[in-house]
């Protein structure tokens, strides 16, 4: 299956600093990657959803001037916490869509553990 | 409102048993079910899938079955396993995902 890379995998970080997390398709281009929450124990929280080359859509009660999100090209989407705090704690977690063949498979990112201190 | 509905929220299974999930979603235009398995501090990872113009589908002791008309659908895990103890989402596609809320399913050996 496709893989999905996310880089880092954990850190910490100091209360506002800004942090950026990378989402890589690393062998297919996804024109949409999407950015989820998970706190524990909990279910996937979509976040955004990001086409290449055009802004990010926020979901409602997504502070998009915190949660900057760029999709540069095919392969990359890169997700930016801005001065963060405790409260931003959380796993994050991207994935993309392959849509070659006409089929809808979303593929995960291992997922980044952010820890605001 | 919750477009796919999952149950139950967590599940303890004998090894060698039957391991049973179940979601309902409400959205008649989803084409598209998948089941993903989550290990602790990992990424969900496909499992299986299925459209709706067939009613099972079978991947190792993986089965999927699929009910249309009653817009239920479910995860079999035939001979569960310890190393299958994880979290199952269900998740319904149509523009956009959809996941269930979760259940984790511990198999005691």
């Known amino acids: 299956g496709a893989v999905v890379s996310q880089h880092p995998s954990w850190v910490i970080c100091k209360s506002g600093t800004s942090v950026k997390i990378e989402c890589r398709s690393l062998?297919?281009?996804?024109?949409?990657m999407f950015w989820y929450r998970q706190f524990p124990k909990q279910s996937l929280m979509l976040m955004a959803t990001?086409?290449?080359?055009?802004?990010?859509?926020?979901e409602q009660g997504v502070e998009k001037d915190k949660f900057l999100i760029n999709h540069a090209s095919l392969t990359l989407s890169t997700l930016t916490v801005t001065s963060a705090h405790p409260e931003d704690s959380s796993f994050y977690i991207c994935?993309?869509?392959?849509?070659?063949?006409?089929?809808?498979?979303?593929?995960f990112g291992p997922g980044t553990r952010l820890t605001v201190t | 409102q919750q477009q796919v509905k999952q149950s139950p929220q967590s599940l303890i299974v004998q090894k060698g048993g039957i391991s049973i999930i179940n979601c309902a979603y409400e959205?008649?235009?989803?084409?598209?079910f998948p089941w993903y398995q989550q290990f602790p501090g990992k990424g969900p990872a496909l499992l299986i899938a299925?459209?709706?113009?067939?009613s099972e589908k079978k991947e190792g002791r993986f089965t999927i079955s699929f009910n249309k008309s009653a817009k239920q659908f479910s995860l079999h895990i035939m001979d569960s396993q310890p190393g299958d103890s994880a979290t199952y989402f269900c998740?319904?596609?149509?523009?956009?995902?959809?996941f269930g809320t979760g259940t984790s399913l511990t198999v005691i050996p």
């Open positions: 994935s993309a869509n392959d849509r070659s063949g006409g089929t809808y498979e979303q593929y």
């Open positions: 062998d297919f281009q996804a024109t949409t």
């Open positions: 990001s086409n290449e080359g055009s802004k990010a859509t926020y």
């Open positions: 959205n008649t235009a989803f084409d598209y």
């Open positions: 299925i459209r709706p113009d067939v």
């Open positions: 998740a319904a596609s149509g523009n956009q995902f959809y």
